[in-house]
């Protein structure tokens, strides 16, 4: 029973590139929310995607984030022209339905930007 | 004002005690209330829900819900050193159907020998 899983686990990128972050949800989980933790800070929540929608991005920054969850295949959360303010940790959370609030981590991606 | 807030810590209790954490939250809407546990370098582990008034247990954790205070709370009985860790109260994002979570800042508790 595999749960979340997240990958890479640890990701370096220099300023300017791109860095793709994966997400597959725990089995038979179709709703997946995006959350990122900065170094002394808390979660914040980014988006929040069900198949091939995105529901909810109000938490994403406007420019240079996007977030997919396609019918095959894991979330993506893509971050393009990476900034040294962008090195976090991301984590992404999934749960069975849209009513039931459960959410359950994965171990999270740690982005650093050189 | 921020909208989940933690006692500040860090909590350090001897093992053995009852460590307390606690939380209050400003919007009103709110329904749905969890704890997470996160350690060092780790990812947030779901260890309490409550949803209703009233204490929900579980083994040696407790929480306790006053919606009409807009407070939370979790007791670690009986708490161990396994159990340091940084809490997380976190609250389902009222108006919204879906699991939207807001946290707050967390509180680092030690638990020493």
């Known amino acids: 029973n595999a749960g979340v899983m997240q990958n890479p686990r640890h990701l370096v990128r220099r300023r300017g590139q791109e860095a793709r972050l994966r997400c597959s949800p725990m089995k038979g989980h179709s709703h997946v929310y995006w959350y990122r933790q900065l170094p002394e800070e808390g979660l914040k929540f980014m988006v929040y995607?069900?198949?091939?929608?995105?529901?909810?991005e109000s938490g994403m920054p406007k420019e240079r984030f996007s977030a997919e969850f396609p019918k095959e295949g894991p979330s993506i959360l893509r971050i393009q022209q990476v900034v040294r303010g962008d090195s976090a940790a991301y984590f992404c959370a999934s749960s069975f339905g849209q009513g039931n609030t459960e959410a359950f981590f994965g171990q999270g991606t740690r982005l650093t930007v050189v | 004002q921020k909208e989940v807030e933690q006692n500040s810590g860090p909590l350090s209790v001897p093992e053995g005690a009852i460590a307390s954490l606690n939380c209050t939250y400003s919007?009103?809407?709110?329904?749905?209330f969890f704890w997470y546990r996160q350690y060092s370098g780790k990812s947030p582990e779901l260890i309490m829900s409550i949803y209703s008034n009233g204490d929900k247990e579980d083994g040696r954790f407790t929480a306790q819900l006053n919606k009409a205070s807009q407070y939370v709370s979790l007791l670690i009985r009986d708490s161990q050193p396994s159990d340091s860790a940084t809490y997380l109260c976190?609250?389902?994002?009222?108006?919204?159907?879906?699991?939207?979570?807001?946290f707050g800042q967390g509180t680092i508790l030690t638990v020493h020998p």
């Open positions: 995607l069900q198949k091939e929608n995105i529901i909810d």
């Open positions: 919007d009103r809407g709110s329904q749905s």
């Open positions: 976190a609250v389902k994002t009222g108006g919204t159907s879906y699991g939207k979570l807001t």
